[in-house]
């Protein structure tokens, strides 16, 4: 079986910060390309960042750059998303997805997907 699951979710004050972690089992992250999509009620999917395979190159969505930064360490099998800067408007439930491909991208073209972990910006 393979499995993304995401923690670091939870509930934070505007402005302030968390750090999303995304680990694979069931197979190694180091051939994947892997994404950061998240959805608000009554929104459309969203792409929020992606990262090569190797870490090389990343991808932002506009909403969110100069904010979150994406990581990876292959040898924890773990992708990391800190988020810094946090608006309400970053409210939603933020996904892991990944794909065998050398290279990123923000479209909903990914085969695994975690359930999700819940990020919510409110005073």
């Known amino acids: 079986q393979l499995q993304l699951v995401e923690s670091g979710g939870g509930l934070v004050q505007p402005g302030g910060s968390l750090r999303l972690s995304c680990t694979a089992s069931?197979?190694?992250?180091?051939?994947?390309?892997i994404g950061w999509f998240r959805q608000a009620p009554g929104k459309e999917r969203e792409g929020v960042s992606c990262?090569?395979?190797?870490?090389?190159?990343?991808n932002y969505g506009d909403s969110v750059k100069g904010r979150f930064t994406i990581s990876r360490d292959n040898a924890k099998n773990t992708v990391y998303l800190q988020m810094n800067s946090l608006k309400p408007e970053d409210t939603a439930v933020y996904y892991c997805?990944?794909?065998?491909?050398?290279?990123?991208?923000?479209?909903?073209?990914?085969?695994?997907w975690g359930r999700g972990t819940q990020v919510t910006v409110s005073s």
């Open positions: 997805v990944a794909r065998r491909s050398r290279v990123c991208a923000l479209k909903d073209e990914y085969t695994y």
């Open positions: 990262i090569s395979s190797s870490g090389s190159s990343t």
């Open positions: 069931g197979f190694t992250l180091d051939y994947y390309a």
